[in-house]
């Protein structure tokens, strides 16, 4: 670790992630140089912990039971606004990193980011900077600029029920409804019904169409 590095020691950490391996594999990289002081896996225990330690910066993965990690930053914000939120996740679609921006987070980067970028990251969001892995920062521009309507996907979105963004996303990139049955450990026959659902809510009519509709929208 770089020199640079050294002024991260004095900052309190929460992880939050639903996914226990990945929290120790986070704790293990970053312990030794901030003070990691709770750990979250969904909405309800990572507010109940970020509320009772008040850390500097909250790591925060996206999608969580309970309502996902803007809902974790919407609970808390209201009470304790000096909470600095980085989203951490291995998702880099344009609604997720939009989504939770809107809801207060400083910064967005994915999980392929190494340990010391991501105490860099979490040190410069403690001060108050904006970080974002570099791919990530155009989805907001855009969404400032108006390229992207955001409006638009917020509301389309909300009709999906989680799982069936899970399916529409993979259908998407070009699965097909086995592979998604085997990534998702669900029936094909679930599948099915969950694609026939996303069609109809997004009022599209066939897999091409959702597609473009997912592209266009830079979801996959």
């Given at each position: 670790?770089?020199?640079?590095?050294?002024?991260?020691?004095?900052?309190?950490?929460?992880?939050?992630?639903?996914?226990?391996?990945?929290?120790?594999?986070?704790?293990?990289?970053?312990?030794?140089?901030?003070?990691?002081?709770?750990?979250?896996?969904?909405?309800?225990?990572?507010?109940?912990?970020?509320?009772?330690?008040?850390?500097?910066?909250?790591?925060?993965?996206?999608?969580?039971?309970?309502?996902?990690g803007?809902?974790?930053?919407?609970?808390v914000?209201?009470?304790?606004?000096?909470?600095?939120?980085?989203?951490?996740?291995?998702?880099?679609?344009a609604?997720?990193?939009?989504?939770?921006?809107?809801?207060?987070?400083?910064?967005?980067?994915?999980?392929?980011?190494?340990?010391?970028?991501?105490?860099?990251?979490?040190?410069?969001?403690?001060?108050?900077?904006?970080?974002?892995?570099?791919?990530?920062?155009?989805?907001?521009?855009?969404?400032?600029?108006?390229?992207?309507?955001?409006?638009?996907?917020?509301?389309?979105?909300?009709?999906?029920?989680?799982r069936?963004?899970?399916?529409?996303?993979?259908?998407?990139?070009?699965y097909?409804?086995?592979?998604?049955?085997?990534?998702?450990?669900?029936?094909?026959?679930?599948?099915?019904?969950?694609?026939?659902?996303?069609?109809?809510?997004?009022?599209?009519?066939?897999?091409?169409?959702?597609?473009?509709?997912?592209?266009?929208?830079?979801?996959?």
């Amino acid at each position: 670790m770089s020199d640079e590095m050294t002024d991260v020691g004095g900052l309190r950490v929460v992880i939050v992630d639903d996914h226990a391996m990945f929290r120790a594999g986070v704790r293990h990289e970053i312990g030794q140089h901030c003070n990691v002081v709770g750990e979250g896996e969904d909405v309800a225990t990572a507010v109940a912990v970020i509320v009772a330690t008040e850390p500097d910066v909250v790591l925060l993965d996206v999608h969580l039971p309970g309502g996902g990690g803007a809902e974790v930053i919407k609970q808390v914000l209201p009470t304790r606004p000096d909470v600095k939120f980085l989203a951490l996740s291995v998702s880099d679609a344009a609604q997720d990193v939009i989504g939770v921006i809107r809801a207060g987070a400083r910064g967005y980067v994915t999980k392929s980011i190494n340990s010391e970028e991501l105490l860099e990251g979490m040190a410069r969001v403690a001060a108050g900077d904006a970080v974002f892995s570099p791919r990530l920062a155009g989805f907001v521009l855009d969404a400032f600029s108006g390229a992207i309507d955001v409006s638009a996907i917020d509301e389309e979105l909300d009709r999906l029920s989680v799982r069936e963004r899970e399916v529409m996303k993979l259908i998407a990139r070009g699965y097909s409804y086995r592979e998604v049955a085997k990534e998702l450990f669900i029936s094909i026959k679930t599948v099915e019904t969950h694609v026939s659902s996303v069609l109809r809510k997004l009022q599209l009519s066939n897999r091409h169409q959702l597609t473009k509709w997912a592209t266009d929208r830079h979801l996959v």
